[in-house]
C-alpha cells in the first residue's frame, strides 16, 4: 500500500508539472492566428520585392489609365470624382446620370467600367510592389509589412465600387440607384482614394528613409 502510494504522489507530481509545462509553452508561443498572418505578410513582401513586378504593373496601369481618362474626358473627369466622393444619396447620382445622359455621353460612363473592372488589380500591384521593394532597401522590421495591405484593401474598396456603379447602371431608367446603395459606393470610393494617398506618402518615405539608412 506505502509503495502504491508513492507511485501515486509522484504520478501526480509529474502530472502536474507536463501541465504547468504545456501551460508555460503555451504562453510563449504565439497563437497560430497570429503566426499564419505573419507568414503570409511574410510571404507578400517576399513575391512583392520585384523589379520587374513593379515595372510590369506600372506600364499595364499607365495604359489602363490612358483609357479611361479618354472615357472620361467626354463626362469630365472632375465630374466623375466629384460624384465618387459626394455622392452619398440617389438624387445625387440621378441628376448626374440624367445631365449626362442629355448630353449624349452617358455611353461613356458605361464604357470606362469595362477597363474600370480590373483597373484596380494594376494600380494594387504596383503599389504593393513598389513598398515591398522600399521597404527591402530600408531594411524595415516585419511589424512593419502590414501596411504592404493598405494597397490591396484600397482595390477591394475600388472592386465593391464598380461592383454598385453595375448595379446603378443595370436599368436603362436607373431605378437601381437606391439608397442607401449610393453611401456604400462613396465610402467605398473615399476609403480607396484614402488609402491610395497613404500608400504613396509611405512607399517615398520609406525610400528616404533607405536612404539615409545608406549614408549613415
Known sequence: MVCLGMHGSRAATFS????????????????????????????????????WLAVTSAIVYLVSQVVIAAQLEHLGALRVFELQVTGFRAADYLQAFSAWQKQGVMPFYRSHLIFDDIHWIWYSVMLTSLMALAMNAADSPPKRNPLLLLPLVAGLCDALENGLQKVFLSDPTFATVVDPLPLLSTIASIVKWSLVALSLLTIPATWLAARRRRAS
Do not use: C
Open 16 to 51: 502536474t508539472s507536463d501541465a504547468d509545462g504545456r501551460a508555460a509553452g503555451a504562453t510563449l508561443l504565439p497563437s497560430p492566428s497570429k503566426m499564419s498572418a505573419a507568414f503570409t505578410l511574410k510571404t507578400l513582401r517576399q513575391w512583392a520585392a520585384k523589379g
